[in-house]
Nanobody, 123 residues
Framework: QVQLVESGGGLGQAGGSLRLSCAAS????????MGWFRQAPGKEREFVSV????????YYADSVKGRFTISRDNVKNTVYLQMNSLKPEDTAVYFC????????????????WGQGTQVTVSS
């Protein structure tokens, strides 16, 4: 069982930066694939990024590639999303997720979810 709590959202400026954190509790955190999805009003939940158990081989959606960086600290049981060069299109609720397997870009294949943190980017 894994519990996830996101933080770090808020109001950012276009071209600016924000860093999201996801604190996990439960056993065997380092055995889980961790990732981020986002959801804008009236839209489906959208894949953002995922990172392997070891922290290597991160994968990003095309919309954020080159701007966002995912990382994890297994000592602190925390995964991060560093968001640079923010765009208004990044405005959404960001959700942290964890699974014991790789679920690709389909949110329905992930096991555990946080409650989300709002990110709003002004132009």
């Amino acid at each position: 069982q894994v519990q996830l709590v996101e933080s770090g959202g808020g109001l950012g400026q276009a071209g600016g930066s924000l860093r999201l954190s996801c604190a996990a509790s439960g056993r065997s955190f380092n055995a889980y694939v961790m990732g981020w999805f986002r959801q804008a009003p009236g839209k489906e939940r959208e894949f953002v990024s995922v990172i392997s158990w070891t922290g290597s081989s991160p994968y990003y959606a095309d919309s954020v590639k080159g701007r966002f960086t995912i990382s994890r600290d297994n000592v602190k049981n925390t995964v991060y999303l560093q968001m640079n060069s923010l765009k208004p299109e990044d405005t959404a609720v960001y959700f942290c997720t964890a699974s014991s397997y790789y679920g690709g870009s389909d949110y329905r294949r992930y096991e555990y979810w946080g409650q989300g943190t709002q990110v709003t980017v002004s132009s």
